[in-house]
């Protein structure tokens, strides 16, 4: 197996089994709320576009930020500390970057799934049991550039892969390797001052756990202009 890591959304990677990170926060989000009971996450790229789908289904609540802060209206925001107990059936979901990311790599990708600390292991598992010659591990970022924590978390899930990693994924490795913990991978990095600055530092710590999920969430289709994300793992 060959481990490919594209560390913005302009590196169109493409390869059988795609795994997603946005490690602050979109898909640990993610990853907590279906650990959590929720049935599935309807990502949105558009604050609207996930008003209507939200309404659409009926039951459904919204969670979302812009700039790391709760939109207006919503019932969450983006933080999984928000999602350790299910609310409903569905969550619909959009994020600055991470539910983006998702879309695109639907595209792209016979098979999506979620990757973040928190399922560190389990998502490392599930994309090795496919079987496959190659795994792309795609970073959100942040407005088209590399983020640090998504690298940093890109490393570390190159590396739980094992196989051949390209020299993309030594550098994410070599990257993760150069931080004494998770939390300090993360902290390095501009969207952790952001959470800073918004009073939202706990979520940093929280998304630094490491394989302490054994959920795997992956996309299972569209609905319109939402990607339907459901527990796997």
Do not use: W
Request: hydrophobic share 45%; proline share 3%.
């Amino acid at each position: 197996m060959r481990v490919h890591v594209a560390f913005t959304p302009a590196e169109e990677v493409s390869a059988p089994v795609g795994i997603v990170v946005d490690v602050l926060r979109a898909t640990s989000t993610m990853t907590q709320a279906l650990a959590a009971g929720y049935g599935r996450v309807l990502c949105c790229s558009e604050v609207e576009e996930a008003r209507a789908v939200a309404a659409a289904e009926g039951g459904a609540v919204l969670g979302g930020e812009r700039k790391t802060m709760k939109i207006d209206g919503f019932d969450f925001g983006n933080s999984p500390r928000e999602f350790l107990e299910p609310a409903a059936e569905t969550l619909v979901l959009t994020t600055t970057n991470g539910t983006r990311l998702l879309l695109a790599a639907a595209a792209r990708c016979q098979l999506v799934l979620v990757g973040s600390l928190l399922n560190l292991e389990a998502v490392a598992d599930a994309a090795r049991e496919k079987g496959v010659e190659d795994v792309a591990v795609l970073c959100a970022g942040v407005k088209g550039e590399l983020a640090l924590d998504d690298a940093y978390c890109a490393g570390r899930i190159a590396e739980a892969l094992g196989g051949e990693p390209a020299d993309s994924a030594a550098a994410a490795i070599r990257l993760a390797r150069s931080f004494v913990t998770a939390e300090e991978g993360l902290s390095s990095s501009q969207s952790a001052r952001n959470l800073h600055a918004s009073g939202l530092a706990a979520d940093i710590a929280y998304c630094a756990r490491e394989s302490v999920l054994r959920t795997v969430p992956r996309l299972s289709r569209m609905l319109g202009p939402a990607a339907e994300v459901v527990p796997g793992g």
